[in-house]
């Protein structure tokens, strides 16, 4: 009996689903080291034209070559690192069309598709460049021909691959996961047998290929990742040659000095006293710190202030993270807690602690494993980036970053002025859990954004206020109000747990509150503490984002 093509088609069919490629974008000669593919909603191949690029997905590396394919998934992050020459590749977006409100590409369609495999150069150049040539043609015809083209390089894909080509990309897979094993054990014994075994491979084969992805032998590439890690040891702290030797897997010192000479020239002894050069700086106590050149290893203890860190393009090991999403930035920084905990800092290994005035308690004992430089986080932002750019030896960077805020600051009042009266006055209120309302009096947080000379101004007899000396707040006296915020414009902040909703209804409550001027005209605006941050991070973002929450 034969059965009908129908039926036949409906017992295996992928929900009524076709697969259409919306954009095929294409990179040529790139130089950059680096290059982190946009996110995006749909799935992609990426298609290795020219060159041989390391390609990073998951924590995983693998080396590209021509004619690689590789499945990139919905918001997965891939980056490509030039590895020598430049390189080009091609990029299709390609999604799943049905009935279905919300078609997703079937799972078993998925399974079938190779993850990562090598075809043939001329297939992919042949695609990329039929596929190029008629961009600019709009005609239905032209658009069939692109889909037509597509759903056959599908196919392809999906037939069974070549035993060789599947054979050969999944040997070099192997082998880099002996790589990366190597740059994660190094300090462990490790044989070329036991590497080979390891990827399952002939001795012989597995040499071969591993001179092939990293210009080494297994040995000479094991004892460079070694002597690497070692340097950076013998800059990190002023440990013992031997000490060193240990943690990168030599128990022989005598061979670790001979095998660290041939590498670098130096013996570790010479090499530790040219490399690790300091300077001195005075912290805000006015006390002589030594500072480490060049400190990759910092940790900082002060999460208020971390975002000066980090608008100068430096990512610590180890901060106080409570007020901080784990960004892509900190992803590989970890948390120290708050009181400072010394066992985390001592497992880090840093060069250099930058520590608060909160901090300053345990200035003795990281003294004992670190550089150490007191900072002072009540320091006004210009001058903490400037003593930052001091320490780090970025004084440039610190400097061109102050310049842009300042020009963003001004480019944004000009683009308000037509939303305030000249001469407009300002208060900043903070309204606490408690209930208390404070005012906010010194340039800090919002204040520097809204005092700026085209902003808002301040009343003549709110100037007169004065807070308590290294206090930014004034408490608000509830039966003075009306004689405090005299102001055509409040904006409240209020704490975590609280709407903006409930404030207006509890301050509400405050007699006078109905009387003052900016209540009466309706100019009071509520906005969450998170706003009110004064590190550089946020100052920026509130001037992005200011203008919206002004409405």
């Given at each position: 009996?034969?059965?009908?093509?129908?039926?036949?088609?409906?017992?295996?069919?992928?929900?009524?689903?076709?697969?259409?490629?919306?954009?095929?974008?294409?990179?040529?000669?790139?130089?950059?080291?680096?290059?982190?593919?946009?996110?995006?909603?749909?799935?992609?191949?990426?298609?290795?034209?020219?060159?041989?690029?390391?390609?990073?997905?998951?924590?995983?590396?693998?080396?590209?070559?021509?004619?690689?394919?590789?499945?990139?998934?919905?918001?997965?992050?891939?980056?490509?690192?030039?590895?020598?020459?430049?390189?080009?590749?091609?990029?299709?977006?390609?999604?799943?069309?049905?009935?279905d409100?919300?078609?997703?590409?079937?799972?078993?369609?998925?399974?079938?598709?190779?993850?990562?495999?090598?075809?043939?150069?001329?297939?992919?150049?042949?695609?990329?460049?039929?596929?190029?040539?008629?961009?600019?043609?709009?005609?239905?015809?032209?658009?069939?021909?692109?889909q037509?083209?597509?759903?056959?390089?599908?196919?392809?894909?999906?037939?069974?691959q070549?035993?060789?080509?599947?054979?050969?990309?999944?040997?070099?897979?192997?082998?880099?996961?002996?790589?990366?094993?190597?740059?994660?054990?190094?300090?462990?014994?490790?044989?070329?047998?036991d590497?080979?075994?390891?990827?399952?491979?002939?001795?012989?084969?597995?040499?071969?290929?591993?001179?092939?992805?990293?210009?080494?032998?297994?040995?000479?590439y094991?004892?460079?990742?070694?002597i690497?890690?070692?340097?950076?040891l013998?800059?990190?702290?002023?440990?013992?040659?031997?000490?060193?030797?240990?943690?990168?897997?030599?128990?022989?010192?005598?061979?670790?000095?001979?095998?660290?000479?041939?590498?670098?020239?130096?013996?570790?002894?010479?090499?530790?006293?040219?490399?690790?050069a300091?300077?001195?700086?005075?912290?805000?106590?006015?006390?002589?710190?030594k500072?480490?050149?060049?400190?990759?290893?910092?940790?900082?203890?002060?999460a208020?202030?971390?975002?000066?860190?980090?608008?100068?393009?430096?990512?610590?090991?180890?901060?106080?993270?409570?007020?901080?999403?784990?960004?892509?930035?900190?992803?590989?920084?970890?948390?120290?807690?708050?009181?400072?905990?010394?066992?985390?800092?001592?497992?880090?290994?840093?060069?250099?602690?930058?520590?608060?005035?909160?901090?300053?308690?345990?200035?003795?004992?990281?003294?004992?494993?670190?550089?150490?430089?007191?900072?002072?986080?009540?320091?006004?932002?210009?001058?903490?980036?400037?003593?930052?750019?001091?320490?780090?030896?970025?004084?440039?960077?610190?400097q061109?970053?102050?310049?842009?805020?300042?020009?963003?600051?001004?480019?944004?009042?000009?683009?308000?002025?037509?939303?305030?009266?000249?001469?407009?006055?300002?208060?900043?209120?903070?309204?606490?859990?408690?209930?208390?309302?404070?005012?906010?009096?010194?340039?800090?947080?919002?204040?520097?954004?809204?005092?700026?000379?085209?902003?808002?101004?301040?009343?003549?007899?709110?100037?007169?206020?004065?807070?308590?000396?290294?206090?930014?707040?004034?408490?608000?006296?509830?039966?003075?109000?009306?004689?405090?915020?005299?102001?055509?414009?409040?904006?409240?902040?209020?704490?975590?747990?609280?709407?903006?909703?409930?404030?207006?209804?509890?301050?509400?409550?405050?007699?006078?509150?109905?009387?003052?001027?900016?209540?009466?005209?309706?100019?009071?605006?509520?906005?969450?503490?998170?706003?009110?941050?004064?590190?550089?991070?946020?100052?920026?973002?509130?001037?992005?984002?200011?203008?919206?929450?002004?409405?």
């Amino acid at each position: 009996m034969i059965t009908p093509f129908a039926e036949r088609m409906s017992e295996r069919r992928f929900d009524a689903l076709s697969v259409v490629m919306t954009s095929l974008s294409r990179g040529s000669d790139i130089q950059d080291e680096k290059l982190e593919l946009e996110q995006s909603a749909e799935y992609r191949f990426l298609l290795i034209l020219q060159g041989n690029p390391l390609l990073l997905a998951n924590g995983r590396k693998r080396f590209g070559e021509p004619g690689t394919c590789m499945l990139i998934a919905p918001e997965e992050r891939v980056q490509l690192i030039r590895n020598g020459s430049p390189y080009s590749l091609g990029l299709i977006n390609f999604k799943g069309v049905s009935d279905d409100p919300d078609p997703r590409l079937d799972q078993e369609l998925l399974e079938r598709i190779p993850k990562s495999v090598v075809v043939p150069l001329h297939v992919l150049q042949f695609l990329v460049d039929e596929q190029q040539r008629e961009n600019d043609l709009s005609s239905v015809w032209a658009e069939l021909n692109r889909q037509q083209r597509f759903l056959s390089f599908l196919t392809e894909l999906l037939k069974p691959q070549r035993a060789d080509k599947a054979l050969l990309f999944d040997i070099k897979n192997k082998v880099q996961d002996t790589i990366s094993h190597i740059e994660q054990n190094y300090a462990s014994e490790l044989s070329v047998q036991d590497l080979a075994d390891r990827a399952e491979l002939p001795r012989w084969h597995y040499l071969r290929v591993f001179k092939q992805l990293t210009g080494h032998t297994p040995s000479g590439y094991i004892t460079q990742v070694r002597i690497e890690q070692a340097k950076s040891l013998l800059l990190q702290s002023e440990g013992k040659v031997w000490e060193v030797a240990h943690q990168v897997g030599y128990p022989d010192e005598q061979y670790f000095n001979r095998r660290f000479k041939q590498q670098t020239g130096n013996a570790p002894g010479e090499y530790a006293r040219l490399h690790n050069a300091v300077f001195h700086v005075n912290d805000w106590q006015g006390n002589r710190c030594k500072v480490p050149v060049a400190s990759k290893r910092i940790i900082y203890d002060d999460a208020s202030t971390l975002g000066d860190l980090l608008v100068l393009g430096v990512a610590p090991i180890g901060a106080n993270l409570r007020h901080y999403a784990i960004t892509q930035q900190l992803q590989e920084t970890k948390e120290i807690g708050f009181p400072l905990n010394m066992n985390t800092v001592r497992e880090l290994r840093p060069d250099l602690v930058l520590l608060s005035r909160y901090g300053y308690e345990h200035f003795e004992s990281i003294a004992e494993i670190s550089s150490i430089v007191g900072l002072n986080e009540y320091a006004p932002m210009e001058r903490r980036l400037h003593k930052l750019g001091e320490i780090l030896d970025m004084r440039d960077e610190a400097q061109a970053w102050i310049q842009l805020y300042d020009e963003r600051r001004t480019e944004m009042w000009e683009r308000l002025q037509s939303r305030k009266a000249k001469g407009e006055t300002a208060a900043i209120l903070f309204y606490a859990k408690s209930g208390a309302v404070y005012v906010m009096h010194r340039r800090r947080g919002i204040a520097k954004l809204l005092y700026h000379p085209l902003g808002f101004e301040k009343d003549e007899k709110f100037k007169r206020l004065r807070p308590r000396k290294g206090e930014y707040y004034i408490a608000l006296d509830p039966e003075s109000i009306a004689e405090t915020l005299i102001a055509d414009r409040l904006f409240v902040f209020y704490q975590s747990g609280f709407t903006a909703e409930k404030v207006q209804t509890e301050l509400q409550n405050l007699a006078d509150w109905q009387t003052l001027p900016a209540v009466r005209a309706d100019r009071v605006h509520y906005m969450h503490e998170r706003w009110n941050g004064e590190d550089a991070l946020s100052s920026m973002r509130l001037i992005e984002h200011f203008p919206d929450l002004w409405d």
